[in-house]
C-alpha cells in the first residue's frame, strides 16, 4: 500500500509527478493538500496526520501480509 501526498503549489515536485506515480502504483491512494507547497506534512501537519493516521488503519497486519 502506497500513500501518495503532495501541495498543489509545489514546484520541486509538481502534482503531476504525484499523479503519474499514483496512475502507475497499484493501489496507491492519493492527497493533494491545496494550500501546500513541497511539504504539506509541515503546513498543513494535523490534516496531513490525520490522512496518515485513516490510510494505517486501513491496512492490519495480516491484511499487509500477501504484500511480503
Avoid at 502507475?24 to 490525520?50: K, Q, Y
Wanted: proline share 6%.
Amino acid at each position: 500500500p502506497t500513500l501518495i501526498i503532495s501541495g498543489d503549489k509545489d514546484r520541486v515536485t509538481p502534482p503531476a509527478m504525484s499523479e503519474y506515480l499514483h496512475q502507475n502504483i497499484a493501489e496507491s491512494e492519493w492527497h493533494r493538500f491545496a494550500r501546500s507547497v513541497h511539504m504539506p506534512f509541515v503546513s498543513e501537519d494535523t490534516e496531513c496526520a490525520m490522512r496518515l493516521k485513516t490510510f494505517w488503519q486501513k491496512f492490519s497486519i495480516s491484511k499487509l501480509s500477501h504484500y511480503v
